[in-house]
């Protein structure tokens, strides 16, 4: 089970960093690739960041490269993504999922993260 969290309210240039644990999964954590989709209200899903299992691995979309940073502690079972700069556009629900950019095993319940002007 995946539970993302760390969501809120923001102004544009802001920070947030959201969290996503895995309870139950042990030590299978570590063989896991992560990844951090959204959805924004009228949109279709999309990707946003994955990192592989071997946490040195990662890859952004161009709408956030440069200014999100997706990392994990796997002594905690978490992956995090680190949010800076908010822009409007990031303006919707976050989703973390077990898999990667082209296929996600399965999801997380989403957080929602709120950019306001």
């Known amino acids: 089970q995946l539970q993302a969290s760390g969501g809120g309210l923001v102004q544009a240039g802001d920070s947030l960093r959201l969290s996503c644990t895995a309870s139950a999964s042990g030590r299978a954590f570590s063989t896991y690739n992560m990844a951090w989709f959204r959805q924004a209200p009228g949109k279709e899903r999309e990707f946003v960041s994955v990192?592989?299992?071997?946490?040195?691995?990662?890859y952004y979309a161009d709408s956030v490269k440069g200014r999100f940073t997706i990392s994990r502690d796997n002594a905690k079972n978490t992956v995090y993504l680190q949010m800076n700069n908010l822009k409007l556009e990031d303006t919707a629900v976050y989703y973390c999922?077990?898999?990667?950019?082209?296929?996600?095993?399965?999801w997380g319940k989403g957080t929602q993260v709120t950019v306001s002007s």
């Open positions: 999922g077990k898999g990667n950019r082209d296929r996600v095993d399965y």
């Open positions: 990192i592989y299992w071997n946490g040195v691995s990662t």
